[in-house]
């Protein structure tokens, strides 16, 4: 894992070399007049990075209430619980549900018999006979879900797979070249783009970045909750 100056060192030494953002006494650093510009874009390319990918898969708990058919990932906050207790529950990191699982650790499929639906990517809602069903089996569904990579400072380390560590630097500095004025910047930001756009599709099609780091058991009765 690099962290945030290791990342400013690698991109000033190529992808921004000889831009106003390169400290001129020191080509392989970012002015500091930069940093926080620099430090913006990237948190900006990271999120969209980790919304291409399902890069993080973390689990939440969900407790049920039977005169409660809809949940909000924004608003009921109070009924989740991250599986990991060294985790907190951070809303503006769910990207979108991957899987939901009852206390016995069974899938339940979502948009299919109209039982379990997602109407929209941030809510889930349960027909109340699923519901009352599920709270009888136990008081909580386990929500597999797709996260943002988290924000960072310039002091954290980005937490990227080796394989997607150039197409970070090539869309940061994509956007950082195309909000430049002229002819001459807007087509070599374009340009990075374009590679950028490239390098990605080449990690699709090897199927490099679609699964998480981390697997863990969805078996309530094995973490204790019944």
């Known amino acids: 894992m690099m962290n945030f100056t290791q990342f400013c060192g690698k991109i000033a030494k190529a992808e921004l070399k000889n831009m106003s953002a390169v400290d001129d006494t020191n080509l392989g650093e970012i002015h500091p007049d930069y940093t926080e510009t620099i430090l913006s874009l990237t948190n900006q390319a990271l999120t969209t990075i980790s919304t291409k990918f399902p890069l993080f898969k973390l689990q939440v708990d969900l407790t049920l209430n039977p005169a409660k058919q809809e949940y909000s990932f924004d608003t009921d906050t109070s009924l989740l619980t991250m599986v990991e207790t060294s985790q907190t529950y951070d809303s503006k990191r769910f990207i979108k549900i ?3 699982y009852n206390s016995d650790g069974d899938e339940l499929l979502t948009d299919v018999n109209g039982h379990v639906t997602v109407p929209a990517y941030n809510r889930i809602r349960f027909t109340s006979a699923i519901l009352l069903e599920l709270i009888e089996m136990g008081p909580k569904v386990r929500i597999r879900f797709q996260a943002r990579h988290p924000e960072i400072t310039a002091t ?5 797979p080796p394989n997607l560590e150039t197409a970070l630097q090539l869309l940061v500095a994509s956007m950082y070249i195309s909000q430049m004025n002229g002819p001459e910047h807007s087509a070599k930001g374009d340009s990075y783009y374009a590679q950028y756009l490239r390098h990605i599709g080449e990690d699709e099609l090897q199927n490099n970045s679609s699964t998480s780091e981390i697997e863990t058991d969805n078996r309530f009765t ?3 909750f019944v």
């Open 98 to 100: 991957l899987n939901v």
């Open 156 to 160: 954290d380390g980005i937490i990227l």
């Open 222 to 224: 094995s973490r204790g």
